[in-house]
């Protein structure tokens, strides 16, 4: 038996790699002579950093930049050879700031502009930056990074604007003319984990300001401060951002950075499969069963998710994908094509903080039950 194990991490439980072993002890202990190859796999928010460079060759380096509040704080990118990968949660993440102090009119992306300013100067001219940016805990549209690498935003005098979303709502001119030569040279991809527009009911600030702490008036201070900066860019650029699909991901920064730095915005987890090879290795090699797997099979996992991604790859080719979740859906087979099966770990009714403690035993138990039931399928029976 050949399995290929790709899962996205259980949050709050386990890392990627943490589920991807688990489930491969469950068909271990099946398949004795099973060939496993195991390749944890991110959505392009938080633990895309960790998952890449367990692969590829990739260096982790680090460096003291701004906090989303301003406060220094140590943060890592990672590069291989003439690419490098920035993680915005490590510079910029909701789960650096406390409830107590999360305010995403003030919060700024400056930090993870530094980082990815630090690994443009480590790489050769027309280097590739792979920028995740999942989990962030601001609203400023990317401005706060865009700073970082030389832009300037400028209120109606002239002057710059301070850090922030909410400052956006004053804005009236962008410079470029000082962006960094090294950024002019790179190729920047921005992997999203979700497709919302900038502005409006479904945008950046409606969706995800309550979570870094937005009440409703100030949800819709920071709509309006949102709208108003698509219509600067709109009017000097000519880029209309206001519904572009993804543009409001990491509040708005994958809008900010395409209008003005013409970065390309693609599925994080689509880029994640592909920088670790688990594209390749579908392509090229045959496969008895490909394992997937998150915290929770639902609608959301249809788009853009790491297990809708695995699951469309090996269909092109014929390969069934078991997925094993903490919960799992009704539905969730027509949600997500090229599914096979999907299973929830639970074995008796569990409180959440069970399921946690128990999330590794789980999911190798139901890995090695799966795996049997399976061989008993193949021909000539089971695996001894």
């Known amino acids: 038996m050949r399995a290929l194990i790709a899962p996205d991490s259980f949050k709050g439980c386990l890392d990627a790699a943490g589920v991807a072993t688990a ?37 982790r380096r680090e460096r003291e930049v701004s906090g989303p509040l301003g406060r220094p704080l140590r943060a890592s990118y990672a590069v291989s050879g003439a690419t490098a990968v920035v993680e915005l949660a490590a510079a910029s993440g909701l789960t650096l700031l406390s409830e107590q102090v999360l305010d995403p009119r003030r919060s700024s992306t400056f930090g993870t502009g530094e980082l990815l300013l630090a690994a443009a100067r480590e790489l050769p001219p027309g280097g590739r930056v792979l920028l995740c940016i999942g989990g962030s805990a601001t609203n400023d549209a990317g401005t706060g990074l865009l700073r970082a690498l030389g832009v300037r935003f400028l209120d109606i005098e002239g ?10 709502a004053r804005l009236a001119h962008i410079d470029l003319s000082g962006v960094a030569p090294e950024v002019r040279q790179l190729s920047i991809e921005v992997a999203c984990d979700v497709t919302c527009p900038l502005v409006g009911p479904q945008g950046a600030s409606a969706v995800f300001g309550p979570q870094k702490g937005a ?15 698509a219509d600067v860019v709109q009017r000097q650029f000519g880029v209309a951002l206001h519904d572009l699909p993804g543009a409001g991901a990491a509040g708005g920064t994958a809008g900010g950075l395409h209008a003005l730095l013409g970065t390309r915005l693609r599925p994080g987890a689509e880029l994640v499969a592909q920088a670790s090879g688990l594209t390749r290795r579908l392509e090229t090699e045959v ?10 099979l639902d609608r959301q996992s249809a788009h853009g998710k790491v297990v809708s991604c695995v699951a469309a790859l090996a269909a092109r080719h014929g390969f069934p994908v078991i997925a094993l979740a903490g919960q799992v859906s009704p539905g969730i087979l027509e949600a997500v094509p090229g599914l096979t099966a999907a299973f929830a770990l639970a074995d008796r009714p569990l409180s959440l903080a069970e399921s946690r403690v128990r ?4 999911l190798t138990r139901q890995a090695e039950h799966l795996t049997r039931l399976y061989g008993c399928a193949r021909p000539g029976g089971p695996e001894r």
Do not use: K, M, N, Y
């Not at 002057?159 to 956006?168: H, M, R, T």
């Not at 009440?215 to 900066?229: I, K, Q, R, Y």
């Open 23 to 59: 489930i491969a002890a469950g068909v271990r202990a099946a398949a004795p002579a099973a060939e496993i190859c195991c390749l944890p796999l991110a959505d392009g928010g938080e633990g895309t950093l960790e998952v890449l460079t367990g692969v590829g060759g990739f260096q």
């Open 159 to 168: 002057d710059p604007l301070p850090e922030g979303g909410a400052a956006l």
């Open 215 to 229: 009440s409703p008036p100030v949800v819709a201070e920071l709509d309006c401060a949102l709208t108003h900066f």
């Open 287 to 296: 496969w008895d069963l490909v394992w997937t797997g998150e915290g929770s």
């Open 359 to 362: 999330a590794a035993e789980l």
